[in-house]
């Protein structure tokens, strides 16, 4: 942990030369979105990408900056709940096999009561560029105590599974205890199976999750201990999980998630100690963590591995939300072997994504989309 520490808070002249900089490009130049927080690709080799708007709509695009248009895939900003800051249209995941099932899922904050919701949604079957709005499947609800710390993340691992992260439920300091109790989804990233669903479900519970079985626990449960991871993503390459999770007070960390891993949170703040009490088993540390001296909220990212920057490949870029400022590290070994500063910049970034290429794509509350490019 010391030696984790000591890269946080010297980055070596060395590193700072092996990772490039960076720069933002404008992806789509005559296009501006409002509050955009998550851009991906259904992976259909169409070109498109969309956009996901916090207070309900999914704009469909061409990825080509000659673009002078979109168009809304689906609108759901009646049913979308946007009373706090941190509430909306949160997150978006093409089923891996979108090319013939034609299934997305979305995740969004409703109300009555407040909650989250994981719904599936059909492609229309007239028009590729529109979702079909009646097609919707409630898959999953999770009650809300508060309107902050709703994550949420939804991918879809190389196991074929959906993985969502969810926040610890809100205000501050987690006052309900959840980010430690295998209880309750809140705090988590959960692992579901929705190409199948149980006797009570809408969905299946893997064989392998770590805490089948456990009196009192979720099965839902990959790995806990978490306050609000903003933005996970999966190394295409090595299948590793790698996460950004928001800090309370002074903390700001990037985790590598495994199965069953408790992450800490409420009893520290990345791996320092927050509340003293006792605790059985191990507590993960996370991979690097830096203050609020050089920011106050991470958005998590990408491994690169696209192909126009070969001097990216295996670094790991995150971001923090408040400052616009953009980081890279390499993870070897189970250790970080180099960290660097890589832009500083004035916009809000509110989330990472992917081309299908592997380029990476960044979402800023400019309301602009830019394309991160490697300094030559």
Aim: hydrophobic residues 35%; negative net charge.
């Amino acid at each position: 942990m010391r030696m984790i520490l000591s890269l946080i808070l010297t980055l070596s002249a060395t590193a700072e030369a092996a990772i490039p900089t960076v720069r933002l490009m404008p992806a789509l130049p005559k296009l501006a979105f409002d509050r955009p927080l998550c851009i991906t690709h259904a992976n259909d080799a169409t070109g498109r990408i969309f956009v996901v708007e916090q207070f309900g709509r999914i704009h469909v695009v061409q990825n080509d900056p000659a673009t002078g248009a979109s168009s809304v895939f689906l609108d759901i900003s009646r049913k979308v709940r946007t009373v706090h800051n941190e509430e909306g249209l949160l997150a978006m995941a093409f089923h891996p096999n979108y090319k013939s099932n034609g299934f997305f899922y979305i995740y969004y904050s409703a109300s009555n009561p407040r909650r989250g919701v994981l719904s599936r949604f059909s492609v229309s079957t007239e028009d590729a560029n529109k979702a079909d709005p009646g097609s919707e499947l409630a898959i999953l609800e999770v009650e809300q105590p508060y309107g902050n710390h709703n994550g949420a993340t939804v991918i879809f691992g190389p196991d074929g599974y959906l993985y969502m992260s969810l926040g610890d439920g809100g205000s501050a300091g987690d006052p309900h205890g959840h980010g430690q109790n295998l209880g309750t989804l809140l705090g988590s990233i959960l692992r579901i199976d929705v190409d199948h669903r149980d006797s009570s479900r809408a969905y299946a519970i893997p064989k392998d999750n770590p805490f089948v079985g456990v009196q009192g626990a979720r099965p839902e449960i990959w790995a806990y201990g978490l306050r609000n991871v903003w933005r996970m993503s999966f190394d295409h390459l090595t299948g590793e999980l790698w996460a950004g999770d928001v800090g309370q007070n002074k903390w700001e960390e990037i985790d590598l998630i495994v199965r069953g891993g408790n992450y800490g949170w409420n009893i520290r703040e990345g791996a320092h100690a927050y509340r003293s009490v006792a605790t059985e088993g191990v507590l993960i540390d996370p991979v690097i963590e830096y203050g609020r001296n050089d920011g106050a909220s991470v958005t998590g990212g990408y491994v690169y591995r696209g192909s126009r920057f070969p001097s990216l490949q295996g670094v790991y870029i995150y971001a923090d939300y408040v400052t616009g400022t953009i980081w890279g590290l390499r993870h070897i070994g189970g250790k970080v072997t180099e960290s660097a500063r890589l832009l500083e910049q004035p916009n809000n970034i509110s989330s990472f994504g992917e081309t299908s290429e592997g380029e990476i794509l960044v979402t800023c509350f400019d309301g602009r989309i830019y394309l991160l490019e490697a300094d030559p």
